[in-house]
């Protein structure tokens, strides 16, 4: 893959060799118990990473301050020994400081292109709602298509590339909502939460002196992370899992203002597949579904007009979804 190409990043593994199950599985393993010697007690968060990091998608974590999203990303990206690379969302940054800009060089009298922090394996976008839209949406190309264009120029990003970024879920009244479309293109929304007192005596008792990030060694490479999400591309979806998928997407439509779009539907089933892959099969069950869909629909439901996109009220539409819909029906 070369600077202009405009393949997807989706379509870039097919030409790897996947893992078998078993050892994709126990990369993730590895991973996980890595990271968790950072991010004390949260293994169904960094699990929830992972899944979407595998199903080839993006992570959005809305929190209070100070309990970890961003220890959670560099774990991550020291754990596959890939490139982590940060982007503080503020009010005065610009698209190009997120994408990169073509910068005029004097000595050939020609513009280059210098890349922006978008260009790593784990993309941190710190705080991204203190950001306006437009810079924003400076992600958007990133997320869905493995590029960015400058200049009408496309350059690839590096594959893979997974972008965490974060949310402050406390100062409402100096932040700006993100984009629907942006919302859209995140295939998991996750909170870490407070630790609770044994885990945070644990966290104390780990970041006297130096913080344990610092520490962190590879536990597998990207190269395998690449064949790991091409084992998951290749897990099994029956008919009947993909109708199951397909009826839950068409009930949050029914129930709400806003129910999840087609692409819902594909990052839920791309997320069932990873989780079957965490469960060690090449075969996506129901209950792979059932795990994965409220974290993956939930913040794309608006529930009425008026209401929060993501909200409680979300939460409980895709509740009853999961209810109602028989995943025997034909």
């Not at 009010?91 to 210098?114: I, K, M, R």
């Not at 779009?261 to 990052?267: D, E, I, K, L, T």
Request: hydrophobic share 40%; net charge negative.
């Amino acid at each position: 893959m070369t600077e202009g190409s405009t393949t997807p990043a989706a379509d870039r593994d097919r030409s790897v060799d996947p893992l078998p199950v078993a050892e994709a599985r126990a990369l993730v393993e590895r991973v996980t118990g890595n990271v968790g010697t950072v991010v004390v007690g949260k293994t169904d968060v960094v699990e929830d990473a992972l899944v979407a990091l595998l199903a080839r998608g993006h992570l959005l974590l809305e929190d209070v301050p100070g309990v970890g999203k961003t220890m959670l990303a560099r774990a991550l990206a020291g754990s596959i020994d890939g490139t982590f690379s940060r982007v503080q969302f503020t009010p005065d940054l610009l698209p190009s400081d997120v994408t990169g800009a073509s910068v005029f060089d004097e000595a050939d009298g020609e513009f280059d292109f210098q890349p922006g922090p978008v260009f790593g394996n784990v993309v941190l976008g710190d705080e991204i709602n203190r950001a306006p839209p437009k810079t924003q949406s400076a992600l958007l190309e990133a997320m869905e298509e493995g590029q960015v264009t400058v200049d009408g120029e496309a350059h690839a990003l590096p594959d893979p590339i997974f972008v965490v970024a974060t949310q402050n879920a406390v100062e409402r009244d100096r932040v700006y909502d993100l984009p629907v479309a942006e919302v859209d293109r995140f295939t998991k929304k996750c909170t870490l939460g407070y630790p609770d007192v044994e885990e945070e005596i644990e966290v104390l008792g780990r970041v006297v002196g130096h913080h344990p990030v610092e520490d962190v060694e590879p536990v597998a490479d990207v190269a395998a992370l690449r064949q790991a999400r091409e084992t998951t591309a290749r897990v099994d979806t029956a008919e009947p899992v993909r109708r199951y998928v397909a009826r839950l997407v068409a009930e949050t439509r029914e129930r709400a203002a806003l129910g999840a779009s087609p692409r819902g539907g594909v990052a839920l089933l791309r997320c069932a597949q990873a989780r079957a892959v965490l469960d060690g099969r090449d075969y996506v069950v129901p209950d792979d579904v059932k795990r994965e869909a409220p974290s993956v629909l939930t913040h794309r439901v608006r529930a009425d007009a008026g209401a929060e996109l993501g909200g409680p009220d979300a939460g409980r539409v895709v509740s009853r979804a999961l209810d109602v819909v028989d995943p025997e029906a034909p």
